[in-house]
């Protein structure tokens, strides 16, 4: 190790109810990137809050290169030279690129915003780490990847000596995330200092020096790269031995359960989303859906939901045409769905855990009669699920909020899968989850598909897709442009996406 | 054909729009910080008699100057009041919309008792008034439109409050925090001071709105309880109707103080006089759902925010 930069002993930090950090020690050296793994709820991001001066700690202390230093505040943080990127994007939805990279460190005279020093100082920046972005777009109408890229400006400009990326790839599609990989050797080339939290171990193998691993709320252990491997790493993390096969049953496609032919929709900024779409699912298969972020899968998925209308183009389940149907009936038709943007359309982030739970199936004569609903049972349910897929949460009362990201997840996953649906839509199932709940939840699908049920399984994780698709779709520009059976390699999707990319 | 009326009714009108519009220039400042001060109408009236009271203290002294000592006195308490008002709700955590409401029973009560000793029980004024910029006569016999500083003042404003929102520091933190508070935390901004400053910026401005109601040339104000709750709840409205944006928070006001001016100008009989009274209410309400159909409010507004 170099240098040390940064160290952080003895943290602890209670929630009502949940001991988040329980005495956390890290040691981070001067231009390295130390990796933190840990499943979900370990304590990650509570770790980096307290650091960057969200939230307090209860104990500890925390020096800067050998000095002691007190972080009230995340004005003292990015005073100390530390820079956060938050694993729920920070940016204001109004404010242009440029306003959202200066706010809160604005050149200025007499309090007017200096904007040509502004422009200036920003452009200098992107040239420096290879973050190509307009900078007079608003924020709210920038692809994730880009928001991400604005989060990373924002600290530098700040003049972040130390940047901490909370999953930062959990939103990025392999090849953002490769930009990503090489800003960051950028940046550690010139001196800075890279904390990168991430479940992909891949990741962790790819780009860190060193890797800590936590596990509910404790240090397992911290380990140079060079002496990590999967396995290692894997059960440090789950303390237990993880898997990667899946036992697909054989292949027998059954009745038609979802057709899309020639769809079109119109995106938010009008330009034509989905360009003349077919293809169809079958009971007993997964459909997988790759392509780039941005080519029309969030669209696709809105329209099949009823949350978007088409503009042209039909859409049918088994036999009925759903075009026009609003969403409430398209659930009835015995439809589950993962939304993409878990705190959007996933959950109700002020309700409780056993609240969320029961969303959308409060339908259900289980849970409600004659409108009035039967907590007992809902509290049941809730529990069930709470434990079926171990999401760790100090109880089903806590509001969604509270809990770590990929717990968040794990309780909308669940909610879906519980119904066994004909069809799952699941786009983007596992963003976020530790490898042992990936593991869990592709594990579901796949035992859905062997159950005669059909999937359509959205994801920008190319590896997911791989892995669990019987056909693959390519989409591109909102078309198909591709399609691929089970056994094909990552090189021949690679390649399908690349020569369009070449045109 | 007599164009006097419409003459008449832009005079009257635009008279009518100078206290709302002022206020709502200020209550737009706030609300783009995400806090929603339903105690305008305290904000508003407090200073209006701070105006008044100033303005008497300072005739014997300064003569005709004093009124503007009231213009002083009045922006002074109308940002002291909001201050307290912001502070309760951002650092003590009282509900936004429980403290307005305070402020607006407390303001109700001192009201009356300034009253009468502000005016005279035929409603004229002791004290002295602002006086006119310049007037304008012959556009119609008789007739003298004098145009007070106030006015100017209403106009220039939306161009000053765009700039100040727009390109200064503050301004930036002000949208910021007002669209996502946890982000502009993150970003080093302290979203408490921010918002506190931008409620007692806007105080300043409801308190001179409420000083146009008592140190004006204008007597058309005597400004009880009536007079001065229509400005500051249409000035409330308008903010919402022109969509947080200075110029339309302008128009809406101008068009809310004509509305206002149909029945004095028209001399409608008593009959029909309710329905005219009415009408600017009418107004307001078909104007918010027109305007609430493409509105974006700040998505903080209202909602507290309290650091974990
Ligand atoms: N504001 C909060 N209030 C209550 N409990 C909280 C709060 N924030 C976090 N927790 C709890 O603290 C624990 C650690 O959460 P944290 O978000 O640090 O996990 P994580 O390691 O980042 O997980 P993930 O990989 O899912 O993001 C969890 O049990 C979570 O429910
Ligand atoms: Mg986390």
């Given amino acids: ?139 709210e109408d920038l692809p994730t990847g880009f928001k991400q890229r604005v989060e990373i400006l924002k600290a530098l400009h700040r003049g972040a000596k130390v940047l901490i990326l909370d999953e930062p790839t959990a939103v990025l599609t392999p090849i953002e995330a490769e930009e990503l990989f090489k800003s960051v050797r950028r940046l550690t080339q010139g001196g800075s200092t890279v904390i990168f939290i991430t479940h992909k171990l891949k990741e962790v193998m790819a780009i860190t020096n060193r890797i800590t691993i936590m596990r509910r709320g404790k240090v397992v252990t911290t380990l140079d790269t060079k002496d990590a491997n999967f396995d290692v790493l894997a059960n440090a993390m789950v303390g237990r031995q993880v898997q990667r096969k899946f036992n697909f049953g054989p292949y027998k496609p059954g009745e038609l359960l979802l057709q899309v032919e020639g769809l079109r929709a119109a995106s938010k900024h009008k330009t034509e989303a989905l360009d003349g779409l077919s ?199 909102g078309k198909i442009i591709g399609e691929l059976n089970r056994g094909a390699g990552i090189g021949e999707l690679g390649r399908l996406l690349g020569g369009i990319a070449a045109k | 054909m007599d164009l006097t009326w419409l003459i008449l009714l832009a005079a009257f009108g635009l008279e009518n729009a100078v206290p709302i519009g002022l206020a709502a220039q200020g209550e737009l400042i706030t609300e783009k910080s995400g806090i929603l001060n339903i105690g305008i109408y305290g904000g508003m009236a407090i200073p209006a008699f701070a105006a008044a009271a100033a303005d008497l203290a300072f005739g014997p002294v300064l003569g005709g100057g004093s009124a503007y000592m009231g213009l002083l006195a009045a922006m002074a308490t109308g940002a002291g009041l909001n201050f307290v008002f912001a502070y309760l709700s951002t650092k003590i955590h009282i509900d936004q919309v429980i403290a307005g409401i305070g402020i607006n029973i407390f303001a109700v009560g001192i009201t009356a008792v300034f009253l009468q000793r502000y005016y005279t029980v035929d409603g004229t004024p002791n004290g002295n ?137 028209l001399a409608v009989s008593s009959a029909q006089g309710y329905l005219f009274t009415t009408l600017p209410y009418i107004v307001t309400v078909i104007v918010l759902g027109i305007a609430s159909k493409r509105l974006r409010p700040p998505a903080a507004l209202a909602l507290p925010y309290k650091k974990e």
Avoid at chain 1, 27 to 36: A, D, L, P
Avoid at chain 1, 312 to 328: C, D, M
Avoid at chain 1, 350 to 361: M, P, Q, R
Avoid at chain 1, 432 to 442: C, F, H, N, P, R
Wanted: proline share 4%; glycine share 12%; with cysteine.
């Fill in chain 1, 279 to 477: 293809f169809s699912v079958n009971a007993g298969e997964i459909v997988g859906v790759a392509g780039v972020e941005g080519n029309g899968q969030t669209e696709l998925v809105e329209c099949i939901m009823g949350l978007m209308k088409p503009t042209g183009g039909a859409i049918r389940l088994g036999t009925k045409l759903i075009n026009k149907l609003p969403t409430s009936e398209v659930l009835k038709l015995s439809v589950g769905h993962v939304p993409e943007d878990r705190a959007l359309n996933g959950l109700i982030l002020d309700f409780s855990v056993a609240e969320n739970v029961v969303l959308g199936a409060t339908e259900s004569t289980d849970f409600s009669r004659r409108g009035v609903m039967a907590p007992r049972k809902i509290r049941d349910f809730a529990r069930k699920i709470v434990k079926l897929f171990n999401v760790s949460a100090a109880g089903i009362d806590v509001k969604a909020r509270n809990l770590s990201g990929g717990n968040q997840q794990k309780i909308i996953v669940g909610r879906e899968l519980a119904g066994q649906p004909h069809l799952l839509i699941a786009h983007q199932p596992t963003r976020g989850l530790d490898v042992a709940s990936t593991e869990y939840i592709q594990s579901l699908l796949v035992d859905s598909r062997n159950a005669g049920r059909g999937v359509l399984l959205v994801s920008a994780d190319f590896d997911e897709i791989l892995d669990l698709s019987d056909r693959i779709l390519v989409l591109y520009e």
């Fill in chain 2, 129 to 265: 008034t602002v006086a006119p910029l310049f007037s304008i006569t012959g556009l119609a016999q008789n007739l003298r439109i004098s145009i007070s500083p106030l006015m100017a003042a209403m106009f220039l404003l939306p161009i000053l409050v765009y700039l100040f929102l727009g390109r200064t520091k503050l301004g930036l933190h002000i949208r910021a925090v007002g669209e996502n508070p946890k982000a502009a935390e993150a970003a080093g901004v302290d979203v408490a001071w921010v918002r506190i400053a931008a409620t007692a910026i806007g105080g300043m401005l409801l308190g001179l709105g409420g000083a146009y109601l008592t140190v004006d040339f204008n007597p058309n104000f005597v400004p009880d309880y009536a007079q001065a709750i229509f400005p500051a709840f249409i000035a409330l409205a308008a903010v919402i109707a022109g969509g947080w944006k200075p110029g339309y928070v302008l128009a809406v006001s101008i068009l809310f103080g004509v509305t206002e001016a149909l029945r004095p100008v």
């Fill in chain 1, 1 to 139: 190790m170099n240098e040390t930069m940064l160290r952080m002993a003895g943290i602890r930090k209670t929630f009502p109810g949940v001991v988040a950090l329980d005495g956390v020690d890290l040691t981070v050296g001067q231009g390295e990137v130390m990796g933190i793994l840990g499943e979900n709820g370990a304590g990650k991001s509570t770790l980096m809050n307290i650091l960057y001066g969200l939230y307090t700690m209860d104990a500890g202390t925390i020096e800067m290169q050998g000095k002691k230093v007190h972080i009230r505040n995340s004005a003292d943080a990015i005073g100390l030279g530390l820079g956060m990127v938050h694993q729920a994007f920070t940016l204001v939805p109004n404010l242009t690129v440029m306003e959202n990279i200066i706010l809160g460190s604005e050149p200025s005279r007499a309090g007017v915003v200096d904007r040509g020093r502004a422009r200036a100082q920003v452009l200098a920046l992107v040239k420096q780490v290879g973050l190509d972005i307009d900078l007079d777009t608003m924020a």
